[in-house]
């Protein structure tokens, strides 16, 4: 018996660590931690990836993936990613093709060398849903709107704090990118108002990449940016701009009332940019077999006739592998495959209408501060339109300029133009962006990214 309890002491010993370490560090045992993604490469950080149901009884859940900071994450903020659509997946996009750890390559994931994980602990959300792994009883009919979207995201975050508690009250910002000028104000919005009532979110920031804010402004600096950039003829844009206004183009084309005079310069502009020029990126070659696009439904159907680079169609291929969705503890329900935009979600299109500048304007009257920022390659939602709608806001909150329009550097080299408004109104461009900036310039984009968080100017000189 004697000899039998000195040999059992060891092991005991051993399970008692065991049990204090997970104890400690109680995301070593998560349900939801990633042992390895397919083909990935080693790294030293933590990631994981599961569902939030969004009612007990399970029959709505969002999908997310959550990838910690590369080094000392207890000590890094917790950011919040968010694509837009409405109906892409920040998880095909936002960390698999933009700024993520990790882009597909064939049977391997390549390693992102500026992913922003590297300045703070990322969390992407597959919102609203119906789209990509995210799920409800009611797929593939999907109906949602704004509010409905905003008040998921919300619950979201409620149910994610639940499972990573470490993270509960963790400085916390918001960013994204196109329809995301809608999704993460009215997020922000709706989590000030249930900070009133209970402190949950230690919202610190919200930054808008090539954001929607206000249909008709963003929409109708088209015109002039593919004249200027020389996608479209002198007398293509005297008719693109007194035959067309966008402020009601939505209605109008649900009713069918769209003038046919405008019809034809849509088909007009559509024939002299090329299918063969990305929208979302004037300047970068086209992968000609790809048939995707990021955001499919605020660009007007007889203007959008992109061709997206080839990533996506390697994003897709990966993540359809049974082995890779085993991985990510996903799975697929009420549709046959993962697709970067839901073609099937059934979303309130006159909610596009509905500007959120004015709810931008009410979170910096609350001291959040907010950068809006704009690859400057992209046609879709063009720097001219943002630039517009953020020096108006700021002169309608009484912002004098803290930073005049000036130059920004990454490295030796100009990074974009920036310029600030009370210290809290920030607007940049990003140089030879697209419309994802990340992808397009992940160095530059990564300068702002850390910048923002650390709430210091853009680097002035190199």
């Known amino acids: 018996m004697d000899s039998l309890t000195w040999k059992t002491i060891p092991m005991v010993s051993v399970v008692f660590q065991l049990c204090f370490l997970l104890k400690a560090h109680p995301s070593l045992s998560h349900p939801d931690k990633i042992i390895q993604l397919p083909g990935q490469p080693q790294v030293g950080f933590q990631q994981f990836s599961g569902y939030v149901s969004l009612d007990d009884k399970k029959q709505r859940a969002l999908f997310y993936y959550f990838v910690e900071a590369e080094s000392d994450p207890a000590s890094k903020p917790l950011v919040l990613w968010l694509n837009g659509g409405p109906g892409c997946s920040s998880l095909g996009v936002g960390a698999f093709s933009e700024n993520g750890p990790f882009r597909p390559n064939g049977e391997f994931l390549l390693r992102n060398e500026y992913s922003w994980n590297r300045e703070a602990n990322m969390l992407y959300l597959e919102t609203p849903v119906g ?56 997020l922000a919005e709706l989590m000030i108002q249930f900070n009133k009532k209970e402190k949950l979110f230690n919202l610190k920031g919200i930054a808008l990449g090539n954001p929607l804010l206000e249909f008709a402004t963003d929409f109708n600096s088209r015109a002039e940016y593919f004249w200027s950039h020389g996608l479209i003829s002198d007398s293509t844009y005297r008719l693109f701009t007194s035959a067309c206004n966008y402020s009601r183009y939505v209605s109008e084309y649900y009713r069918d009332s769209v003038s046919s005079v405008c019809s034809r310069v849509m088909a ?31 660009s ?17 291929n990966y993540l359809n592998r049974k082995d890779v969705q085993t991985a990510l503890h996903a799975r697929l329900v009420g549709v046959r495959s993962w697709t970067v935009c839901n073609d099937i979600l059934d979303y309130e299109l006159l909610n596009l209408e509905i500007p959120t500048v004015s709810i931008v304007g009410s979170l910096i009257k609350a001291g959040i501060p907010v950068l809006v920022y704009s690859g400057d390659q992209d046609s879709v939602i063009p720097l001219t339109g943002s630039r517009t709608l953020v020096h108006k806001l700021a002169m309608e909150l009484g912002l004098n300029t803290t930073v005049p329009y000036r ?23 990003i140089r030879g962006a697209s419309h994802e900036a990340p992808f397009s310039q992940p160095e530059r984009s990564l300068v702002l990214f850390k910048s923002f968080l650390e709430a210091r100017p853009l680097p002035e000189f190199f």
């Open 300 to 316: 007007p159907q007889q203007v959008a006739e992109t061709i997206d680079v080839c990533i996506d169609d390697k994003t897709v």
């Open 131 to 186: 789209v990509g792994f995210s799920f409800s009883s009611d797929t593939p009919n999907v109906t949602v709107d704004d509010k409905i979207t905003a008040r998921d995201n919300l619950a979201f975050l409620q149910r994610w704090f639940l499972k990573f508690p470490q993270y509960k009250h963790r400085d916390l910002f918001i960013t994204g990118e196109s329809y995301a000028g809608h999704y993460v104000p009215q």
């Open 268 to 298: 007009q502009v559509s024939r002299e940019t090329s299918k063969f020029v990305d929208k979302y990126d004037v300047t970068l070659d086209v992968c000609l077999s790809s048939v995707l696009s990021q955001s499919k439904v605020i």
């Open 407 to 429: 130059v920004w550097f990454e490295g030796k080299q100009v990074g974009g133009w920036t310029r600030v408004y009370g210290n809290i109104l920030s607007f940049a461009t």
